[in-house]
């Protein structure tokens, strides 16, 4: 397997990210249509945090972690490193000495559809990583791969400089020319649901903010008493 790795692609616009950085997960996938989500698989090894940074990407030949030491190189502030394997791998091909030399370059996480091991060390320096899977077998460095190319994971296309932003729910992917767009779009939803959330703390109910008791009519589902529903009459 021969690669390339590319330097300094283009990134998305650092204010972009960080004002993505206070939407949730959830929240930035709606706002992008129901977009952009890698699969449910993918999950945090730690609980309460959410980051967003530019990606830098990661192919790597199955239990072979050589284009990772590469991607270290190509590293800098405020990105997270996304790694996928040519076919599928749970070896754990990230650790703790590899967090250690990211975080050293400013990097805030990392995203990878393999295994990663040495969780614990990970929480304790406050390195956050998402993986399909947690295992101690190590891997090797010895075949060719790429950097900085576009990638896929779970059908979602990662290239170089989008914006990950990963949280308790999972990751989702922004391409950089939607960056300021669902920055936008998440500030609306997110005010929409501000406004919705008084509304139900104040007592009202789904059925009727949402207007769904028609839709329920329509769908032909009836209301009925516990003894009409039994068949008892009084």
Request: glycine fraction near 12%; aromatic fraction near 4%.
């Amino acid at each position: 397997m021969s690669g390339v790795i590319v330097t300094n692609p283009p990134k998305a616009d650092a204010a972009d990210v960080e004002a993505l950085a206070g939407y949730g997960v959830a929240t930035v996938s709606e706002a992008m249509g129901r977009t952009g989500l890698l699969g449910p698989q993918i999950r945090p090894i730690q609980q309460g945090v959410r980051v967003a940074g530019t990606a830098v990407t990661v192919l790597s030949w199955p239990g072979d972690n050589l284009m990772i030491h590469a991607a270290v190189e190509q590293c800098g502030e405020g990105d997270l490193l996304v790694v996928t394997t040519t076919s599928p791998s749970t070896d754990g091909m990230f650790g703790e000495l590899f967090a250690t030399a990211l975080h050293k370059r400013g990097v805030k996480g990392v995203i990878t559809n393999a295994g990663i091991r040495d969780t614990q060390e990970l929480r304790e320096m406050g390195f956050a990583a998402w993986a399909r899977a947690v295992s101690a077998q190590g891997t090797v460095k010895a075949t060719g791969g790429s950097v900085n190319v576009p990638v896929a994971i779970d059908g979602q296309v990662i290239r170089p400089g989008d914006v990950i932003l990963a949280d308790d729910d999972g990751v989702v992917v922004v391409p950089r020319e939607r960056a300021r767009e669902t920055v936008e779009r998440s500030e609306a939803r997110e005010a929409k649901e501000a406004s919705t959330r008084s509304a139900f703390l104040e007592g009202q109910l789904g059925l009727d903010r949402y207007n769904l008791r028609e839709k329920l009519k329509e769908l032909g589902v009836e209301y009925r008493t516990y003894e009409e529903y039994e068949g008892v009459r009084p």
